[in-house]
């Protein structure tokens, strides 16, 4: 299909329009929508000093704790806090009971030696002493 003179400008400013309306639309888009060529609607941009490629798209990050929004130079965290929540668990003394706060790693280094966790080194004697099977007690 030839187009010439007044159907050339109505054209140029349809695919303005069409450009300013959504500029995500696909030069592709634009020309089945006109019935014209992909070619010719990226030659009519150039003319118009549109942008002929779409823009990109900036991936969203979002942290892994709080799902917030984050930017790229943060990692995996949108704050100090969010991360030191991420690294640390509450763990349950095997002896008292008492809730003590351990770093993943740091936990996972126990429990690599040790199957029972303990709050300090006199709930561990204590656990050891109740669950060894000595007794301790005076010499008659």
């Keep these: 299909m030839l ?9 140029r400013r349809q695919i303005q329009e069409l450009r300013k309306a959504n500029p995500c639309l696909p ?9 014209i ?11 118009t000093s549109l942008p002929t490629k779409l823009p990109k798209k900036k991936p969203i990050y979002y942290c892994l704790v709080c799902d ?6 943060y990692r995996f965290y949108c704050s100090r806090a969010c991360q030191y929540k991420d690294h640390h668990v509450l763990v349950a003394c095997a002896h008292c009971g ?15 030696i040790n199957t029972h966790i303990f709050c300090s080194h006199s709930c561990s004697s204590l656990w050891f002493w109740d669950h060894s099977g000595l007794r301790v007690g005076r010499r008659r």
């Excluded at 917030?68 to 130079?73: A, E, H, Q, S, T």
């Excluded at 351990?102 to 690599?112: N, S």
């Design 98 to 112: 008492k809730l003590k706060e351990l770093g993943k790693f740091d936990l996972l280094g126990k429990c690599k």
């Design 68 to 73: 917030k929004p984050i930017p790229r130079k």
């Design 37 to 47: 060529s992909r070619e010719r609607v990226r030659q009519l941009l150039l003319k």
């Design 27 to 35: 030069a592709a888009e634009i020309a089945r929508k006109l019935d």
């Design 3 to 11: 187009v010439c003179g007044q159907d050339m400008i109505n054209t």
